[in-house]
Each structure stands twice: as structure tokens, then as C-alpha cells.
């Protein structure tokens, strides 16, 4: 069981920044991938953004690009999601997710969940 836990979230201004962390107990990493999914009251769960541990490879939402920053550090089992000019429609509860296989968007690849942190853009 890898255990996935996440800190960063808060209340921020629109144009705003927020960085999440997400901290894994896996003790390897192979073809491994972690992404960033949120999940905004009464819409589905969709992908915000994902990273290859083994080559770094990064895809993101097209609704983020040019704002969210997805990046990882190896050594402290870590995957950072660097969140700019934050709009209140970025407000969700934003999840880390983990996968055995290759980077995708589609939440039924991934096997292991965060609990989930709060991001609120409001004046």
C-alpha cells in the first residue's frame, strides 16, 4: 500500500499563488507517475496535471497551461504543483494521485489517492 500525502492548500486572492506537495511512501520508483486531479462541487474529478518519476515528462489541462508548474524531487519522494495567476475558477479540492504505469489523464489509471487538499480563490 503506498500512502500519498499532500500539504499547500489554503485560501488565496485571484492572481495569487499557491504551491501543493505531495509526499509518497513508495520505497521505488520505476515506471511510475504522480499527477495533480481536482475536484470542483458538483463536477466530475478531472486531471490537472502529470509527471513521469523516471524522465520528468509533464503533461498538462489545457485550462492550466501557462500557470501550473508540475515538477518532482526525487530524493524527497515529492511532487510539487506550482499554481500562478490563480482564477476563482481554479477553486477545488485538489488530489495527488499515483500510477505503476505511464502518464494519462483519465483517473481509472491511477492507484493510489491523497486525501485531498482545499484551494479557495476568492476575493
Known amino acids: 500500500q503506498e500512502q500519498l500525502v499532500e500539504s499547500g492548500g489554503g485560501l488565496v486572492q485571484p492572481g495569487g499563488s499557491l504551491r501543493l506537495a505531495c509526499t509518497s511512501s513508495?520505497?521505488?520508483?520505476?515506471?511510475?507517475?504522480m499527477a495533480w486531479f481536482r475536484q470542483a462541487p458538483g463536477r466530475e474529478r478531472e486531471f490537472v496535471a502529470g509527471?513521469?518519476?523516471?524522465?520528468?515528462?509533464?503533461s498538462y489541462a489545457d485550462s492550466v497551461k501557462g500557470r501550473f508548474t508540475i515538477s518532482r524531487d526525487s530524493a524527497e519522494k515529492t511532487v510539487y504543483l506550482q499554481m500562478n495567476s490563480l482564477k476563482p475558477e481554479d477553486t477545488a479540492v485538489y488530489y495527488c494521485?499515483?500510477?505503476?504505469?505511464?502518464?494519462?489523464?483519465?483517473?481509472?489509471?491511477?492507484?493510489?489517492w491523497g486525501q485531498g487538499t482545499q484551494v479557495t480563490v476568492s476575493t
Open positions: 513508495r520505497r521505488t520508483f520505476g515506471t511510475y507517475t
Open positions: 509527471v513521469t518519476w523516471r524522465n520528468g515528462y509533464t
Open positions: 494521485a499515483s500510477s505503476g504505469g505511464v502518464l494519462a489523464t483519465r483517473r481509472e489509471r491511477y492507484d493510489y
